[in-house]
Structures are given as C-alpha cells and as structure tokens.
C-alpha cells in the first residue's frame, strides 16, 4: 500500500471517529445510487411511522411531551445521552421555538440536585437558516464535539467544509454547538449571568432551566419593567457584555429575545453565533449592533442611552487575553471533562 493510500485510510478512520453522528444521514444518502424522488418521500413516511410505533428509545425513554411526526426522530436521538447519562428522566414540554434550535423543558434526574433542566436542540441542517455565518466564524476555532479545537487536521477539515462534504457540514454544525457550550460555561464560571450548562451532546446542550414548574421565564422584550428596575437592568446587561469582552467573546447576537427576566435578575441565553474578538476584524461593528439593540429595548422603557458613546468606552476598555489565559481556560475545560 502506498504512503498516499495509507494516509487516505487514516484520514477515513478519523473521519468515521469525529463524525459527531456516526450514522450521518445525508452521507448515507451521497453514497447510495440515486433513486425515485417518490420513493424517497415514500421511505421517509415509513421511517417516521416506523419512530412513531416505538415506545421512547428501546422502549425506555418514555416522554410527556409529544412531539410531532417531523421532530420525534432527532429530537430523542439528541436526548438519548443526557437520559443514558441519567441526567434526565423526560421530556416535559418545548419552552422555546427557534429558527436555529428549540428548547425543550425537562425533568432532571436526582443525580443533577435540579427538578427541570433545560435541553436546547439544535435543528437539522436542512431546517437551519443561520444567514451570514461566515462573519462570525470569521477568527474562530473549529471544535470537535470532544470540546477541543482541530489541531494538524485543521487543514482537511476547513477543505470538508468549504466543500461542503456530508462530513464537512455535520463538522461544521458541531462547531457552532461547541462554541455555544464554551462561551456560556466560560460566562458561567467568571460570575456573568448565564444559564448552569451540565453537558453536551451530538447535537444538544443541557443546561439550567430559567423557570418555573408552570412556564419557561419570559424574554426580557417581553416585560415591562418596573421604574425603579430600569436603570439597574440596564446596568447589569453591559456588565455581561463587558465581561464577556474581556473573555474575548462578543455575543452576536444579543437583543431583548435573547435576555430572560426571572424574579428581577436576567441570563444571557442564545450564543451559537459567538464572535471571537481576535481575528475577526469585524467584532467593533457586531459589538455596536449588540449594544444598539439593547439600548433600543430599554428606549422603550423610558431610559434613554447613546449606543455609540457606549460602544466606544467598553472597545476602549477591552483588553484581549493573552495566549497564557487561552491555554489555562482550555486546559481547565479538558480537565474538568
């Protein structure tokens, strides 16, 4: 065998390894031979009522919640770690509907000490509608599902996923999961106010539910704030958006639908899009968009800010971190995994 044959056996192996999957769908589809269009709704509509006659998963993992035909499938396939992993009893109800991912609330497992945690899925590519992505990858590392950045298979891989292979994709979407995890675990541990995260899946993230026993805590565009609670609000949102500068992390994508209000306090939720600070030469002009849209929630009720006065004093005051502060964050994450 050839040194090239070798090294194409290897790569192949490591594929299989780090494909978060395993039995990646659209790579099983690539690699068989074309067929009927209506033979493939036909085999989809057997597949789907194939899941829908099982009883949970292999017949153990029973949920209240029902979910609809088109989200059973990969819904408990993304759910059947944290319930192996006893984390997780059941499935109680989705919290929260997204383009990207929807949130479902669960009953913990005694283990966790929590009644609810909540599980956040992650869609499937081909429901996913995450537009512009490429400027927030822009600076980022790419993160296998083990929590740990491509090393000298980076190369390969960014060739997968500019090629957008089966395997580059499933790579890809991993990544945006993984960095999400970091970041809220990263704001978690440097005191900022972010949901507990207990683990992550192939395609999930299980973390603290904001909430009640009766509903998930409303989205902060959702209330109306109390006079006296206005002014300290909007206080504690630019605390968090500091303190997640200095981590070297802006969040893309903040706003008042992505800040829960629960017994006056608040938690920063929704970070997939992360935008590492360094490296990405536009992280001032997401910064600016971030702080903008907050000023404009807390406009409405009645705190007037100038966004671009703010925007300017938290840049001036960003220090990055060194590499001897990456490396001793990494190297903390790996140990406690």
């Known amino acids: ?18 494909n978060p999957l395993r039995v990646d769908r659209q790579a099983r589809r690539l690699r068989k031979p074309d067929v009927n269009p209506k033979d493939r709704i036909v085999a989809r509509r057997n597949k789907a009522e194939e899941i829908s006659d099982l009883d949970g998963l292999e017949g153990g993992f029973k949920t209240t919640y029902r979910p609809s035909k088109h989200e059973l499938g990969w819904l408990l396939e993304s759910l059947r770690g944290f319930y192996e992993e006893k ?3 059941d499935v109680l109800s989705i919290a929260r509907g997204g383009k990207e991912a929807s949130v479902y609330r669960c009953a913990g497992h005694e283990s966790t000490g929590q009644r609810f945690l909540a599980a956040k899925v992650y869609r499937p590519r081909q429901f996913r509608s995450l537009s512009n992505d490429a400027m927030y990858k822009e ?10 950045e491509f090393g000298k298979e980076k190369e390969r891989i960014e060739r997968a996923i500019g090629k957008k292979s089966a395997f580059g994709q499933q790579v890809a979407h991993t990544s945006w999961l993984m960095h999400e995890y970091k970041a809220i675990r990263q704001m978690r541990e440097h005191g900022a106010a ?3 995260v207990y683990a992550s899946g ?32 909007f206080n504690e949102v630019m605390r968090n958006v500091e303190l997640l500068l200095h ?18 306090k608040i938690t920063l939720i929704d970070f997939p899009q992360v935008v590492a600070v360094a490296g990405n030469p536009q992280a001032k002009a997401i910064l600016a968009r971030d702080v903008e849209r907050v ?33 001793a964050d990494e190297s903390r994450y790996a140990d406690d995994e």
């Open 295 to 327: 000023c404009d929630y807390f406009a409405t009720q009645g705190l007037e800010r100038d966004p671009d006065q703010i925007t300017d004093g938290l840049w001036s005051r960003f220090r990055p971190r060194t590499e001897r502060e990456i490396e």
């Open 247 to 264: 981590l070297g992390w802006i969040h893309g994508d903040l706003s008042g639908y992505n800040i829960l209000y629960q017994d006056g």
């Open 87 to 89: 984390l997780i009893t």
């Open 202 to 233: 192939e395609n999930a993230i299980l973390m603290e539910f904001i909430g009640d026993a009766n509903r998930p805590a409303p989205a902060l565009n959702e209330v109306t704030l109390a006079d006296s609670e206005v002014e300290p609000m």
């Open 194 to 196: 972010a949901p507990q």
């Open 1 to 18: 065998m050839s040194y090239d044959d070798r090294r194409q056996d290897q790569y192949e192996v490591y594929e299989e390894q780090f």
């Open 139 to 148: 600076g980022r590392g790419i993160i296998a599902g083990t929590g740990h």
